[in-house]
């Protein structure tokens, strides 16, 4: 998730949404082409939104669930 927004945040800064396009799923990319895409997102690159902080947040984490095994040893 996180590559995927500042592959975003790339393109908007940028204004080149060729490498967000080509990241999409197909049915994406088949439906939306790189100029559609840079009309979509024109208000935020207007706003001049830059979501380039995203990389410094740390990689969430998931508490593991604890296998059958294991819980029947409580």
Request: aromatic share 12%; net charge positive; glycine share 2%.
């Amino acid at each position: 998730m996180k590559s995927c927004l500042l592959t975003l945040n790339d393109a908007i800064v940028t204004g080149n949404f060729t490498v967000f396009h080509a990241k999409l799923s197909k049915p994406f990319r088949q439906q939306y082409s790189p100029e559609q895409l840079a009309e979509v997102f024109k208000s935020f690159a207007k706003k001049n939104i830059d979501y380039d902080v995203i990389a410094s947040f740390p990689r969430p984490t998931i508490p593991r669930r604890r296998s059958m095994a294991t819980a029947s040893s409580w």
